[in-house]
């Protein structure tokens, strides 16, 4: 069984007096493992016989395994666990960026959390960049662990040490910014009907940008039908497709990492969750409505040659000048001038748009059990379980959406958008039950 066996030194072709103790031991496959490098006959024997006992009970770990390089398991480890495309775009990223330029070349079993730890302090990147670098380097050391790599994952559970500095001012992030009704009105009305519909719908309703992007007029103003006090509930809704509801944009890969271009294509939603039907409020049905009668493409809020849009390109074409303004431009080909726009929010973004959608809902009071489901959120808690939406609670929601909007025409002093809804007013005080009216009958087309 286990023992040792001397391993002389060779210089220039020849063997010298000098040597050391290699461990021999049986694997666990009936062949002969070796490892070189004892002083002693005894220390090497009894290597030998712990890996032999590791192997009778079952806990054996391969050294040569173990000495794997980091940077080649890690391609192994995310050619074994495929996620949504941009996702593992992201990872990627991550990889190629921050972690393999430090971990690449280094043996799994020499990682360890101090040194990853005083690494991870040290990124030239921001913070929440830092962290999901760790947590990605500790997901593949458990994925070691799992293929019998490492004993143990030096990474898990551990709390990252922050970086100390002086004490700055909290700036502003995107995700606390959030927009008055009367700024959502005023950038809609100003990016015209289909591209201002997108910026309403997301406000109004809490889609995600993907979610929006890749919505097919098949999933807008289906109804929901619940039965409710002797009779029926019925509301408009859009549906977020449990298989293509999100149009996904990044930068696609092969198996080991190389970048093989853009890809823009439909995936399902991020989570369970995200595949919802949202309640939509009378006003947006009703703009909804007239919007499909007029769009000639499959696609609800693309481009207006029927393509997707990338975000970046929506972003610089029509968020940032609406938000941020513009000069006045003059006639180019394909465009007659157009005046100059003041700025309405500066620095306002899509996000920013969804994350409005789930203030107003805090701010008339919508239930948690409602709200987490239409804003397509996973609600914690044993609540999650027991408490369910009511008809009652969707209808709260739908009253307040629209006097929201309604109230902002009134601040406002508008009785359309884009020309094309009246607003019939009912009286101060009332509860909204009105719903806008289409001008200048059915007939009417906006460009």
């Given at each position: 069984?286990?023992h040792?066996?001397?391993?002389?030194?060779?210089?220039?072709?020849?063997?010298?007096?000098?040597?050391?103790?290699?461990?021999?031991?049986?694997?666990?496959?009936?062949?002969?493992?070796?490892?070189?490098?004892?002083?002693?006959?005894?220390?090497?024997?009894?290597?030998?016989?712990?890996?032999?006992?590791?192997?009778?009970?079952?806990?054996?770990?391969?050294?040569?395994?173990?000495?794997?390089?980091?940077?080649?398991?890690?391609?192994?480890?995310?050619?074994a666990?495929?996620?949504?495309?941009?996702?593992?775009?992201?990872?990627?990223?991550?990889?190629?960026?921050?972690?393999?330029?430090?971990?690449?070349?280094?043996?799994?079993?020499?990682?360890?959390?101090?040194?990853?730890?005083?690494?991870?302090?040290?990124?030239?990147?921001?913070?929440?960049?830092?962290g999901?670098?760790?947590?990605?380097?500790?997901?593949?050391?458990?994925?070691?662990?799992?293929?019998?790599?490492?004993?143990?994952?030096?990474?898990h559970?551990?709390r990252?040490?922050?970086?100390?500095?002086?004490?700055?001012?909290?700036?502003?992030?995107?995700?606390?910014?959030?927009?008055?009704?009367?700024?959502?009105?005023?950038?809609?009305?100003?990016?015209?009907?289909?591209?201002?519909?997108?910026?309403?719908?997301?406000?109004?309703?809490?889609?995600?940008?993907?979610?929006?992007?890749?919505?097919?007029?098949?999933?807008?103003?289906?109804?929901?039908?619940?039965?409710?006090d002797?009779?029926?509930?019925?509301?408009?809704?859009?549906?977020?497709?449990?298989?293509?509801?999100?149009?996904?944009?990044?930068?696609?890969?092969?198996?080991?990492?190389?970048?093989?271009?853009?890809?823009?294509?439909?995936?399902?939603?991020?989570?369970?969750?995200?595949?919802?039907?949202?309640?939509?409020?009378?006003?947006?049905?009703?703009?909804?409505?007239?919007?499909?009668?007029?769009?000639?493409?499959?696609?609800?809020?693309?481009?207006?040659?029927?393509?997707?849009?990338?975000?970046?390109?929506?972003?610089?074409?029509?968020?940032?000048?609406?938000?941020?303004?513009?000069?006045?431009?003059?006639?180019?080909?394909?465009?007659a001038?157009?005046?100059?726009?003041?700025?309405?929010?500066?620095?306002?973004?899509?996000?920013?748009?969804?994350?409005?959608?789930d203030?107003?809902?805090d701010?008339?009071?919508?239930?948690?059990?409602?709200?987490?489901?239409?804003?397509?959120?996973?609600?914690?808690?044993?609540?999650?379980?027991?408490?369910?939406?009511?008809?009652?609670?969707?209808?709260?929601?739908?009253?307040?959406?629209?006097?929201?909007?309604?109230?902002?025409?009134?601040?406002?002093?508008?009785?359309?958008?884009?020309?094309?809804?009246?607003?019939?007013?009912?009286?101060?005080?009332?509860?909204?039950?009105n719903?806008?009216?289409?001008?200048?009958?059915?007939?009417?087309?906006?460009?």
């Amino acid at each position: 069984m286990a023992h040792g066996e001397k391993v002389y030194k060779v210089v220039k072709g020849k063997q010298t007096k000098t040597f050391t103790w290699r461990s021999r031991y049986k694997r666990p496959d009936g062949t002969w493992g070796s490892e070189p490098g004892f002083p002693t006959k005894g220390l090497a024997k009894q290597w030998g016989e712990e890996q032999e006992a590791a192997i009778r009970a079952g806990r054996w770990i391969d050294p040569d395994l173990q000495r794997m390089h980091f940077g080649e398991f890690a391609r192994k480890w995310m050619r074994a666990k495929p996620k949504r495309g941009a996702t593992v775009g992201k990872r990627w990223n991550l990889l190629e960026q921050h972690i393999l330029p430090k971990w690449e070349h280094t043996p799994l079993i020499s990682i360890n959390w101090f040194d990853v730890d005083s690494w991870q302090q040290g990124l030239a990147c921001d913070e929440v960049t830092a962290g999901h670098a760790v947590t990605l380097m500790s997901s593949i050391l458990t994925g070691a662990v799992d293929a019998k790599h490492l004993t143990v994952n030096p990474l898990h559970a551990r709390r990252r040490t922050r970086p100390t500095s002086a004490p700055t001012t909290k700036k502003k992030t995107d995700e606390e910014k959030w927009a008055a009704p009367e700024v959502v009105l005023q950038m809609a009305e100003r990016l015209g009907p289909a591209v201002g519909l997108h910026v309403l719908a997301t406000a109004f309703t809490g889609l995600g940008w993907g979610e929006g992007a890749g919505l097919h007029r098949d999933n807008v103003l289906l109804t929901r039908r619940q039965a409710y006090d002797g009779g029926w509930f019925e509301c408009p809704v859009i549906r977020v497709d449990a298989e293509v509801g999100e149009l996904a944009e990044y930068e696609g890969r092969d198996e080991d990492g190389t970048k093989t271009g853009l890809v823009l294509q439909l995936e399902p939603p991020k989570n369970a969750g995200r595949a919802r039907d949202i309640d939509v409020p009378p006003f947006l049905a009703l703009l909804l409505r007239y919007h499909l009668a007029d769009w000639p493409h499959p696609y609800v809020f693309c481009t207006p040659a029927g393509k997707w849009w990338r975000r970046s390109n929506f972003t610089r074409s029509n968020i940032r000048p609406a938000a941020d303004g513009r000069d006045a431009l003059p006639t180019v080909k394909g465009h007659a001038p157009r005046p100059k726009w003041e700025p309405i929010m500066p620095g306002l973004t899509m996000r920013d748009l969804r994350h409005t959608h789930d203030t107003y809902q805090d701010q008339i009071g919508v239930r948690p059990a409602l709200m987490f489901e239409q804003a397509g959120h996973k609600r914690p808690g044993i609540k999650a379980v027991y408490q369910h939406p009511t008809p009652s609670m969707r209808q709260m929601r739908l009253d307040g959406l629209q006097e929201i909007y309604e109230r902002a025409m009134h601040n406002l002093k508008w009785r359309s958008l884009w020309g094309r809804v009246d607003l019939v007013k009912a009286d101060r005080g009332a509860r909204p039950t009105n719903i806008p009216q289409m001008i200048n009958g059915d007939q009417e087309r906006v460009a």
